[in-house]
């Protein structure tokens, strides 16, 4: 009886707590991504405003997206880039974090060192890249003609067929740390004894890793994994800041195109309609995703 | 004899990714101390031969038309701190909340929280732009602070869920037997007690705010409203011929604040990012 009485204050009590947080996540999420729908069926091509307004024109954004080679192209450099930057972030990450996670002298200034990458602005981080890859004076080609890697200067961001290689090269600097530091802390609650024990046995370090190490650190790695493809999917800042798109398009992610559509051509519409298309993606992935997860767990 | 040739493997590889981190970030500070002759030389030096501090002296004194480091620093400092105000009030009474009531649509609001996460903010600027824009809030910090605390208003939530989760229930159950009311208790005794949670989850949407580049080049047109990243890259964009000592020299200025921030305080954001994850 008691009991019952209590639970229902608590329940009151809660609601109030999370009221704010509901408030804006109502206000400034769902409310904008209702609009956002809505916007992709209607006309909202701004530098022709029609006396009608911001009329329901069925899908002809979906159909105009589709119909986009743009669009087809910027699947291409996204997939590319998702696949390519996913996975170094992650083996780099999860190399460090391993590295880390032995004991060896100045392993705290190690890992303060690796998290710069992080903790720097990407629009920082782009200008200096953009230094390092100049094809005159950058210290890249320096130091590529001088160990003979190269036999002539590279433009990374400016030579189409290798811009987009050039940028990935960024954003898996920009964001192994994240994955190494997440990683890192799953390792660290790895019980130290089953390394001993496994050790006495004889195990090699590979075994270690591959018996002890690799199994425990599942839960992590899931969560980690399912971040990070969210994450490298919703990439923008650096890849447009380094080339804007270019040259010739080789860079021009889904966000760029999507960026490009609404604030360079003004195509709302066209716009929001990408932007749909790719919140489903994510969230037809995120779904599944989770489902595995759950159905591995029983 | 085995265990020391891992070590020394060990060493040198962490000494390869460190300097794979580390690199870009000392060869900016390098950079922002070299006259324009040692930057545009096919022999480039690690150590400035005959360094100068113009760069810095140009960065902060100078001003002009559409140039203002100053000015765009202040602009930084409001936006970040106003939306690391307003989202440690709301992340923190929300994450009290999940952490300690049981009320119906608990879990699905944890789910919603996760389910923010993969809202591309490509696609969300598109209807806040056109929303901003009918309530005349466009080319204001205004548009920024509301985009910004939204933004990192879920995932700081979810910190400080994991940071309530630590402290002991019992120490509710006793203030209420004292007789404190929930907001008292919330106030007076947990929420001390969350202060580190509070650091780091301040010093994630601190750090947000202060990187952000996408919303704040569309946001804001006036180049008086512009925050540090806008400013830095349309100097960039704008020069003639690029200033590098002048460029480096403002992206140490910009960078340097959020860089020793993290560094003093990594173990507590560090703990406070992955108590959400890695407990799961």
Known sequence: MIKTRRLGENALAGYWFVLPLILV????????????????????????????????????????????????????VTGVYIVVTVIARFGIGLI???????????????????IIPWATPEVV?????????????????????????????????????????????????????????????????IPGELYEAARVDGAKPWEQFRMITWPL?????????????????????????????????????LTIFI???SFKYFDFGEAAAAGMIMLLFCAIFTYFYLKMLNREEY | MKSRWTKVIVVILVALICAFAVFPF????????????????????????????????????????????????????????????????????????????????RAALGYIILMTQVLPGSLLIIPLYVILNSLGLLDSLAALVIAYTTFSVPFCTWMMKGFFDTIPRSLDEAASVDGCGKLRTYLTVILPLTIPGLVATGIFSFIAGWNEFMFASIFVQKYGNW???????????????TNWTNLMAGGVLIALPVVILFLLLQKHLVSGMTAGAVKQ
Not at chain 1, 37 to 50: C, D, E, N
Not at chain 1, 56 to 64: A, D, P, T
Not at chain 2, 58 to 82: T, Y
């Open chain 2, 227 to 241: 925050t540090l990243p806008v400013g830095i890259a349309e100097t960039a964009v704008g020069q003639y011929s």
């Open chain 1, 96 to 114: 460090a974090a391993v590295l880390l996670n032995t004991k060896f002298r100045g392993r705290g200034v190690a890992r303060a060192l690796l």
């Open chain 1, 25 to 76: 996540m109502v206000f400034f999420l769902a409310y904008p991504i209702a609009k956002a729908a809505i916007m992709s069926v209607q006309y909202w091509y701004m530098p022709k405003p029609k006396p009608e307004g911001h009329y329901f024109v069925g899908l002809e954004n979906y159909i105009s997206v589709f119909k986009d080679s743009s669009f087809t192209n910027a699947l291409v």
């Open chain 1, 259 to 261: 960026y490009h559509t």
């Open chain 2, 26 to 105: 000392v060869w900016m500070l390098s950079t922002s101390f070299k006259p324009a002759t040692e930057i545009y030389t096919a022999n480039p030096s690690f150590i400035p031969q005959d360094p100068t501090i113009e760069g810095y002296k140009d960065m902060i004194f100078s001003q002009s038309r559409n140039f203002n480091l100053l000015n765009w620093a202040k602009n930084s400092v409001i936006v970040s701190v106003a939306t690391t105000f307003f989202s440690l009030v709301i992340a923190a009474l929300g994450g009290y909340g999940m952490s300690r009531f049981r009320f119906a649509g």
């Open chain 1, 217 to 253: 650190l599942k839960p992590v790695t899931i969560i980690v994994f399912l971040l990070l493809i969210i994450w490298t999917v919703k990439d923008f800042g650096i890849v447009y800041l380094l080339a804007r798109g270019g040259p010739s398009q080789s860079t021009e992610m």
């Open chain 1, 125 to 189: 981080a782009c200008l200096v890249w953009i230094l390092m890859y100049d094809k005159d004076f950058g210290i890249i080609n320096y130091l590529g003609m001088n160990f003979n890697l190269i036999s002539q200067p590279v433009g990374f961001i400016t030579d189409p067929a290798i811009a987009l290689w050039g940028a990935m090269a960024v954003g898996i600097w920009k964001g192994f740390p994240f994955v190494a530091i997440m990683l890192l802390a799953g390792l660290q609650s």
